[in-house]
């Protein structure tokens, strides 16, 4: 036979999308082609494949061989084609019963000495070839993880003529699962967060709810210590998102996590860090925090391409990130905390220091924020130093955030039962039918409006807030004392972007 066929797949955003390599042997001239792929990553394949088969003993094909990947308008890259293009090879030279691809999937990479290496993105292909109900045979390394797969049946060896042994076999030995060390981050109680229950009641508040969260403040009052611990208030990950986030990790090769994250990116960090990309379309920071807490400290040091380039994923929970001409996504559903001084020095309205900072140069520093932003952003807070009797006050009770978890995670399931989603997401008819206003609320609440001249947007994300403020006291409708003190989380002052009283 001079002809083979064989399964494997290509990575795609979170997806593993079939491809099949197709072998044609025919006499003539000997030569080996790789087509459906760039120049460069097909040169570098054939001497993978030529290397590996020919260290392993095996009997390199003087024919006329053209490879083909189908089909050809998948975005193809990685080294995961070396093992099934070899395996074909095999296969079409008689060296493999053709049974030996029956059912089966291949994703390695081979080294020259014909060692089978991990591919990028076995995860996803383990749980595609799982569905399909395929065994899938990969490199040794990493396989127990991917065996732990409920229902995948995973082949692994450590090289090519180890591989090709077990094939021949009638019933090649599965690898056995592992149990997967998963990461547990500890997060800070929020009673180290000391003298301040506005601040604990807004994290509060912002964990239940789900809401984006400004703080204002001047250096040193604890803004990062507040953005990690409102991290630790969140309710562990549901089984959907849990998963997009191992599929996420694998691709950056981290073990999976029950809990959601805390990511802190720099204002330094390039686009690509950020927001995905690169050569590998790689996701970014945006979506390592996907289900958890990203905290933009100093939010005005963050050039205004990459706060532009937050807009879409704050809307959609989702990211395209593009590469040659393919397009990959990657979710990037994330609570946004971020953080800025409140004017260049940092001391505005602080009884410690004195600010020298011009009227006009602190409108100029705010305008760095776009409006945009600013309109996604339910919650803003402001925070200054608490007096110092209050931080030698005697120490509250070391586990805090326990009994606010157990609030966060009543509140967020009474969300999901009511409206399918948390509240920040609410918006419309959906937030206006959720917050069930009694007639006589709602002309009070237009009044108030009129009268504090809040734009539309302003006056949803009060609402948004008020109808958390409702399911933490587990009340049906919102009510005005909710509306209150949803009004008291004053937005950003006068002057800055976006914000219309
Ligand atoms: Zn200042």
């Known amino acids: 036979m001079h002809l083979a066929f064989v399964r494997t797949r290509s990575q795609s955003g979170l997806s593993a999308l ?236 981290l073990p999976p996590t029950h809990h959601p994250e805390f990511r802190a990116p720099h204002h330094s960090s390039s686009i690509a860090a950020l927001i995905g990309g690169t050569a590998r379309a790689t996701p970014g920071e945006i979506s390592m925090a996907h289900g958890g807490v990203l905290f933009l400290d100093e939010l005005t040091e963050f050039p205004r391409a990459v706060l532009n380039q937050l807009r879409q994923p704050l809307e959609s929970g989702e990211i395209c990130v593009s590469r040659a001409e393919h397009q990959h996504r990657y979710p990037a ?7 800025m001084n409140p004017c260049p020095c940092g001391f505005a309205g602080s009884d410690d220091q004195h600010c020298h900072c011009t009227p006009d140069r602190i409108w100029r520093y705010r305008q760095g924020v776009s409006g945009p932003l600013l309109d996604r952003i339910d919650l803003h807070i402001t925070l200054s130093k608490p007096a110092s009797s209050q931080l030698l006050s005697h120490r509250q009770e070391q586990d805090a955030s326990n009994p606010v978890r157990e609030r966060v995670a009543r509140a967020r399931f009474t969300q999901q039962a009511r409206q399918g989603c948390p509240n920040r997401d609410l918006a419309g008819d959906g937030l206006l039918d959720a917050c069930a206003l009694s007639s006589a609320t709602r002309t009070w609440f237009s009044e108030v409006l009129e009268k504090m001249k809040l734009s539309v947007r302003s006056a949803h994300r009060r609402l948004r807030v008020a109808r958390t403020i409702a399911d933490m006291n587990e009340s049906e409708g919102v009510t005005r004392e909710h509306i209150y003190a949803a009004l008291s989380y004053r937005e950003m002052p006068d002057g800055a972007a976006g914000t219309r009283y």
């Open 18 to 253: 079939p491809v099949t390599v197709e072998i044609h042997m025919s006499s003539g001239l000997p030569a080996f082609q790789v087509v459906g792929m760039s120049d460069a990553a097909s040169r570098e394949i054939r001497s993978r494949v030529r290397s590996a088969i020919v260290s392993s003993h095996l009997k390199w094909p003087d024919y006329n061989i053209a490879v083909n990947l189908a089909p050809t308008d998948h975005p193809k890259q990685g080294a995961g084609f070396d093992l099934p293009i070899a395996i074909g090879l095999l296969l079409a030279s008689g060296q493999l019963p053709s049974e030996a691809a029956k059912d089966r999937e291949f994703l390695g990479e081979l080294g020259l000495d014909g060692a089978i290496r991990p591919a990028r993105g076995a995860l996803a292909a383990t749980l595609a070839t799982t569905t399909d109900q395929r065994d899938l045979c990969v490199a040794r390394e990493g396989a127990p993880q991917l065996a732990a797969v409920t229902g995948s049946r995973i082949i692994a060896a450590t090289d090519l003529l180890t591989l090709c042994a077990a094939l021949k076999e009638p019933e090649p030995a599965l690898t056995r699962a592992a149990h997967i060390p998963m990461t547990q981050p500890s997060y800070p109680d929020l009673s180290q967060i000391r003298g301040q229950s506005s601040l604990s009641r807004a994290l509060e508040l912002a964990a239940a709810g789900g809401h984006h969260l400004l703080m204002t403040g001047p250096p040193g009052v604890g803004k990062t210590l507040s953005a990690s611990v409102l991290a630790g208030l969140l309710p562990p990950l549901d089984p959907a998102t849990q998963e997009e986030l191992w599929l996420l990790r694998d691709l950056a090769g």
């Open 333 to 339: 559903r994330f609570q946004l905390v971020a953080a």
